[in-house]
């Protein structure tokens, strides 16, 4: 017998409501359906009421865990379109920024996800070693959110050099943190149990749905716009792309998880570097807007962010598009979800970190004449029993 | 062969080259022959369909297909033009599965009409909102 359970789509306090709506037979999920909008804020009209520099600040405010990726995208695409060169030490600045994000961002995701199979111990150590990021950017930025570091041409804010030793303390305290994260997590029998071979995304589904970012590379997709078009100082530093081929939820832990590394790598360099350039030199001058169009994208935590802007010599642009790494990922639930049971469901949709706490609302389970209520915590909490019923079997 | 010659040899001259950069190149495609067009990118050339862009102009709906090739550095973006009043096109989702809600969301807030998708309902706009209005055209600024 097949049985609708609604999730979401509202939670009041959260971003980018969603609905999924999932039809099991028994434990397992045969299809589901996701729908979008009910917090559609019309940014993209908004947009063509401000000037090119008030742009940057609203499309910061599309996000606020990926804050600065929107900016780098709207920045890249304003100066794809006006054809300006940014300073170099503005490149590694834009560098640094966005990969602190990275790295708050992946965290995040990590605790996030072993709360879901009731490690709350990861939770409570990953976001004790993230906090200290948040401070760090507080520092440099003025702000732990929000940075407001981008503008068309280079960067509204020098990073000084008294603030680099700051930044250099951050990285070697973060370092064997991941590494102690990365091995706990990698030798660890439950948790292999648990997320190994759950909700795989074939490298064709993943080629098929347009996937981006960790979730395309979980998968064997070698994509990542910071090497493939690089922009900032991607293309001046030392770093690789992290591949994994299983596409399962473990899989797309390792990639965050190693992906920590190559960006305490990038932001050392770029830290290096800016010891060595002479501070001031950040931003050149944007004179004129020419009629065209440019386009920005953007490697952003969760993949591609994706910037259209079209220019009628004014200064409001006339369309700006935007197209976020999570619009790209979500779909593909329907291929990783299928098949899986309910309890994994949590899990799974956790796996390509879309903004999924904001799926936290009431859902009614109508079985038969029964009618039984389940929310987002009573997914979580089938999905700790199952980790509990994986340790209890393994006798650990 | 560049990507622009493989796609002059296969269509001749149903693509026009509207414009080139080292990073960039726009090609104007008839509203007839875009889901060719866009289906040998994808399916022959492996580029990978980062999303579309519908701007309102007074000759029509235009939309824009963006393609990337990673390996290559390059976006192709496919232009078309869609007569108003009643902006049709045929749908690429069908062999293109990340073009599903792409195209779901221009036909919510543009009103185009995208022939044979699979699943053309709404996306973005609530299920109460008024059948024949769309949010992001000029007229109804």
Redesign the interface.
């Known amino acids: 017998m097949k049985t609708i359970i609604p999730i979401g789509p509202y939670h009041p306090l959260l971003e980018e409501p969603e609905f999924f709506k999932l039809v099991v037979e028994g434990e397992t999920v045969v299809d589901m359906d996701i ?3 009910w917090n ?1 804020r ?1 940014i ?2 908004l947009a063509e009421t401000k000037t090119f520099d008030q742009l940057v600040f609203l499309v910061e405010r599309i996000c606020g865990i990926c804050s600065t990726s929107h900016p780098i995208a709207d920045v890249l695409a304003q100066e ?1 379109l006006a054809g300006v060169e940014v300073p170099e030490r503005a490149q590694y600045i834009r560098s640094i920024v966005a990969e602190l994000e990275r790295l708050h961002s992946h965290l995040l995701w990590l605790g996030l996800a072993g709360h879901f199979i009731g490690y709350n111990t990861v939770f409570m150590w990953v976001w004790k070693y993230r906090e200290p990021l948040l401070d760090l950017f507080e520092l440099i930025t003025g702000n732990r959110n929000d940075y407001a570091m981008l503008r068309p041409g280079g960067v509204r804010r020098d990073i000084y050099k008294k603030d680099l030793p700051a930044i250099r303390k951050v990285m070697d305290e973060l370092e064997p943190a991941n590494e102690m994260l990365t091995k706990a997590i990698l030798d660890d029998p439950v948790l292999n149990a648990r997320l190994k071979g759950v909700g795989v995304l074939s490298k064709e589904d993943a ?5 981006v970012g960790p979730t395309a590379r979980a998968s064997g997709v ?2 990542d716009v910071r090497r ?2 690089p922009y900032a100082a991607y293309d001046k530093v030392e770093w690789k792309v992290i591949v994994q081929e299983d596409g399962d939820v473990l899989a797309k832990a390792v990639v965050r998880l190693l992906e920590n590394f190559e960006s305490i790598k990038i932001i050392r360099q770029c830290v290096d570097r800016l010891e060595e350039l002479p501070e001031g030199n950040i931003w050149n001058p944007i004179p004129e807007m020419p009629p065209g ?1 440019g ?1 920005g ?1 953007e490697e952003a935590p969760r993949g ?1 962010c ?1 910037h ?1 802007i ?1 220019s009628d010599g004014g200064n409001y642009p ?2 700006v ?1 935007v ?1 976020a790494p999570t ?2 990922n ?2 593909s639930f329907k291929a990783s979800c299928l098949g899986e049971t309910v309890s994994d469901v949590a899990l799974i949709t956790a796996g390509i970190d879309p903004c999924y706490c904001c799926t936290e609302r009431m859902a009614a389970v109508y079985d038969g004449s029964n009618r039984r209520l389940y929310d987002w915590q009573d997914l979580v909490r089938l999905s700790q029993e199952k980790t509990e019923k994986i340790r209890k079997e393994l006798g650990r | 062969m560049d990507v622009a010659e493989k796609i002059r040899a296969e269509f001749g001259e149903r693509v026009d080259l509207a414009f080139r950069s080292p ?2 190149l ?1 090609l104007l495609v008839g509203k007839g022959d875009l889901p060719a067009v866009a289906r040998f990118l994808f399916a022959e050339l492996g580029a ?4 579309a ?3 309102d102009t007074r000759a029509g709906i235009e939309i ?1 297909y ?1 393609f ?1 090739f ?2 290559l ?1 390059l ?1 192709v ?1 496919l232009r078309t033009l869609l007569p108003k009043p009643s902006p049709q096109i045929e749908s690429i989702a069908p062999f ?7 195209e779901r969301e221009i036909a ?1 807030l543009f009103g185009v009409e995208f022939l044979g998708h699979p699943d053309p309902r ?5 299920d109460d909102w008024p059948e024949g209005e769309y ?2 055209l000029r007229s109804s600024d």
Do not use: N
């Not at chain 1, 080629?207 to 996937?211: A, G, L, Q, S, T």
């Not at chain 2, 990978?48 to 999303?51: A, G, I, K, S």
């Open positions: 729908r979008i909008g559609h019309g993209e009209k794809d080629i098929r749905y347009c996937v070698d994509i493939d078009e169009e386009i994208h591609e994706f259209y079209r006339v369309r598009k197209r619009f790209s979500l779909p | 990073k960039r726009y990978r369909f980062c999303t862009s519908a701007v824009l963006h990337f990673d390996q550095s976006m973006s293109l599965k990340g073009a599903e809600w792409v919510d709404r996306l973005i706009l609530p949010p992001y």
